[in-house]
């Protein structure tokens, strides 16, 4: 398994910009496909955006598109989440997460992601 810490949550106002980070433990994190999900308050996760282990192939939720970009640093054992244009309503627990195994294409599927981090709040003021 692999072991995420996420880090670069905090408080924004409306329209600004965060970026989020994942480091993984193992030498392996390069075979994994990963993603980002979110949680907020009285909801359900939901898909954010997952990336290809290569970084070639990116996924992203529509409420997202145009305003966010992930992107990994294999070298660095790290994905990103670059979030822009920030609104209230991407207010929530961000979570990273790696595939359940090694070697597969990135999926939008909670259900295909078995580990997760601890997750960082991201709150974005009006």
């Known amino acids: 398994q692999v072991q995420l810490v996420e880090s670069g949550g905090g408080l924004v106002q409306a329209g600004g910009s965060l970026r989020l980070s994942c480091a993984a433990s193992?030498?392996?994190?390069?075979?994994?496909?990963m993603g980002w999900f979110r949680q907020a308050p009285g909801k359900e996760r939901e898909f954010v955006a997952s990336?290809?282990?290569?970084?070639?192939?990116?996924y992203y939720a529509d409420s997202v598109k145009g305003r966010f970009t992930i992107s990994r640093d294999n070298a660095k054992n790290t994905v990103y989440l670059q979030m822009n244009s920030l609104k209230p309503e991407d207010t929530a627990v961000y979570y990273c997460?790696?595939?359940?195994?090694?070697?597969?294409?990135?999926?939008?599927?909670?259900?295909?992601?078995?580990?997760w981090g601890q997750g960082t709040q991201v709150t974005v003021s009006s």
């Open positions: 193992g030498r392996t994190f390069s075979t994994y496909a």
């Open positions: 997460a790696a595939h359940r195994y090694p070697g597969r294409i990135a999926t939008t599927l909670q259900t295909d992601f078995g580990s």
């Open positions: 990336i290809s282990r290569s970084g070639g192939n990116t």
